[in-house]
């Protein structure tokens, strides 16, 4: 009988990371599914989901949920949940690194919070972006390292404005996003000799809760379910050769294309990137 593979997702109460569990549920993993929200308490109830939530329907779709309460800017407690993960199932195939409070302002409907010029924002919006985003997703995988078994696969979900430069984006956010994909460059250079690979995934618009009360701002008709990019990092752990990517950026749309999957309305929505590559420039004040 072939062992279980074991995953962890990082902030996966809702959104794109139960998504990702999700659809690494069909594919047979045992999932640690982390976030902050329980069934005792839940920390954005305008967009809801709970770890246990998402861990049964980990279940239902054919692998072993397991919730693990945990905030990631919390060291111990993140440490306290790779032992766990050591001690239960021997070590880890898979760590998705989803957990982003970068969109409390949005979930707390602190949305002037995010308007007009950087200097004119609250400095907590660098704070929900970086202590609760780029520093969660890179303690996560220096906790990860003893546990990651060898062939593992650390997957970072950032976005496009991490790979281009342009002076009307918001701030935080863009250096938060070429945050981690520095992070995924350098940490995947390291990792090689340990026979691991990290690559960043990048969705498209995804049609999370958060996105789905907005749904009249949208354009939905390319959007992506979370369970998609959910299935591009499965297509990507089940790749023998997954190592050609190590280091890279990686779109999910893209990687359908490639792989062959679909989403779950049998859909392929087509990859966003040229919607951002003319929006670069060298000189971000132009």
Known sequence: M???RVAVVTGA????????????????YAVYVTGRSSGDQVTFPTVGGTVEETARAVSAAGGTGVAVVCDHTDD??????????????????????NVWGGYASYHEDRHTDMEGPFWGQPLRVWDDMFTSGVRAHYSATVLAVPV??????????????????????????????????????VTAAQLAARDVTAVALYPGLVRTEAVMR?????????????????????????DPGVRR????CLV???????????????????????????????DPGS
């Open 252 to 282: 999910a749309a893209e990687l359908a294309e490639d792989y062959g999957f679909t989403d779950v309305d049998g859909a392929r929505p087509s990859s966003i990137r040229p919607q951002f590559a003319d929006r670069g420039t060298a």
């Open 76 to 97: 111990e407690q993140t440490a306290a949940l790779f032992e766990r993960v050591r001690a239960e199932r021997g070590g880890l195939d898979l760590l998705v690194n």
């Open 13 to 28: 109460s809702r959104g794109v990371g139960k998504g990702i569990a999700l659809a690494l549920g069909a594919a047979g």
């Open 148 to 185: 990651l078994r060898p062939g593992a696969l650390v997957v970072t979900v950032s976005f496009f404005p991490g790979s281009y430069l342009n002076g009307k984006d918001q701030v935080a956010y863009s250096v938060a996003k070429a945050a981690d994909d520095r992070m995924v460059a």
């Open 245 to 248: 990517h190590t280091g890279r």
């Open 214 to 238: 907005a749904a009249d701002f949208f354009d939905l008709s390319n959007s992506e379910s979370p369970e998609f990019v959910g299935r591009a990092v499965a297509a990507l752990a089940a």
């Open 2 to 4: 072939t062992e279980q």
